[in-house]
């Protein structure tokens, strides 16, 4: 009710193809996607490792004297 004055702002979006998995070009990734266990423990050790080194170099400060 009080916002009658607000623009309205609307996003229209391309019609897009339907999704086929051969338009899929995965040759040129560093990285296998056919085992999706070993993907997820490699994604997970990427990303986990680039967050928990912050905190070991705190931590090994802390504890250094």
Do not use: D, Y
């Amino acid at each position: 009710m009080l916002c009658w004055g607000l623009p309205v702002f609307s996003i229209s979006l391309a019609p897009r193809a339907p999704f086929k998995e051969e338009r899929l070009n995965l040759r040129n990734i560093p990285f296998s996607v056919e085992n999706k266990w070993r993907l997820r423990a490699m994604m997970t050790l990427f990303f986990g490792s680039g967050f928990a080194a912050p905190f070991f170099i705190v931590r090994h400060q802390l504890l250094k004297k």
